[in-house]
C-alpha cells in the first residue's frame, strides 16, 4: 500500500513539475511576443526634434551651454535621444518626460507660450533638477558644485527670480489622476 501511494506521489510531482514548466515557457513567449509586438506601436519617436522658434536673451553663452548641457534634452526643441530610445516601452517613457518638461519650460518657443521658467534657479538650486536619473544615464548633465552655482546665477539673471512667494505657496496640481476633488482658496 505504501508503495502504491509512494509511486502515485511521485507521479503526482513529475506531472505538477511538467505542468508549471509549460506555464512558466508559455508566460515566457507571450511576454516575448508581447515585447517584439510593442515595437511597432510608432509613439514616441516622431516629431521630436522640432525647429526653434525662438530662444531667451541669455544673460551669457555658458548659462546657455549649461542649460542645454543639464536641460536642453526635455526643456528645449534640441533633443539628443540616447541609443536606447528606440526600444519600447523606454521610448514612450522618453517622449513622455519630454511632453512633459517642454510643457513647464520650453526655451527653443520662448515666448510663444507660459512657462515656469521663474522657478528654473530655485529647481537647480534644490537638485530636483536635473532628475537623478537622468543625471545618472547622461553623465553630460552632472554639473560640478562651481558649475552648478554659476548656472543658479546665470538662470536668475536670464528668467529672473522665483515669482511671487503666494504663487509659490500655492500647491500645483499634478497631472496625474486625482481621486479627490482640490478645491482652492480665492
Known amino acids: 500500500m505504501e508503495e502504491k501511494e509512494e509511486i502515485e506521489r511521485k507521479q503526482e510531482e513529475r506531472h505538477t513539475s511538467w505542468v508549471k514548466k509549460v506555464m512558466v515557457t508559455l508566460a515566457i513567449g507571450e511576454a516575448v511576443v508581447i515585447?517584439?509586438?510593442i515595437?511597432?506601436?510608432?509613439?514616441?519617436?516622431?516629431?521630436?526634434?522640432?525647429?526653434v522658434k525662438a530662444e531667451p536673451k541669455w544673460d551669457s553663452p555658458k548659462t546657455r551651454e549649461l542649460f542645454?548641457?543639464?536641460?536642453?534634452?526635455?526643456?528645449s526643441n534640441q533633443t539628443t535621444l540616447p541609443w536606447y530610445d528606440v526600444?519600447?516601452?523606454i521610448t514612450w517613457?522618453?517622449?513622455?518626460?519630454?511632453d512633459k518638461g517642454r510643457a513647464a519650460l520650453n526655451v527653443s518657443e520662448w515666448?510663444?507660450?507660459e512657462n515656469e521658467a521663474g522657478e528654473a534657479a530655485d529647481t537647480v538650486r534644490n537638485g530636483s533638477m536635473p532628475p537623478t536619473l537622468y543625471a545618472l544615464l547622461h553623465p553630460s548633465a552632472r554639473l560640478s558644485a562651481s558649475d552648478k552655482e554659476a548656472f543658479v546665477q546665470g538662470l536668475v539673471a536670464t528668467f529672473g527670480s522665483e515669482q511671487k512667494s503666494e504663487q509659490k505657496s500655492k500647491k500645483k496640481v499634478s497631472?496625474?489622476?486625482r481621486f479627490f476633488p482640490v478645491h482652492e482658496d480665492k
Open 93 to 98: 517613457i522618453i517622449r513622455r518626460d519630454i
Open 175 to 177: 497631472d496625474s489622476l
Open 39 to 51: 515595437q511597432f506601436i510608432p509613439w514616441g519617436r516622431a516629431n521630436i526634434n522640432l525647429p
Open 87 to 89: 526600444v519600447a516601452p
Open 68 to 75: 542645454l548641457r543639464a536641460c536642453g534634452n526635455c526643456h
Open 111 to 113: 515666448g510663444l507660450q
Open 35 to 37: 515585447f517584439v509586438g
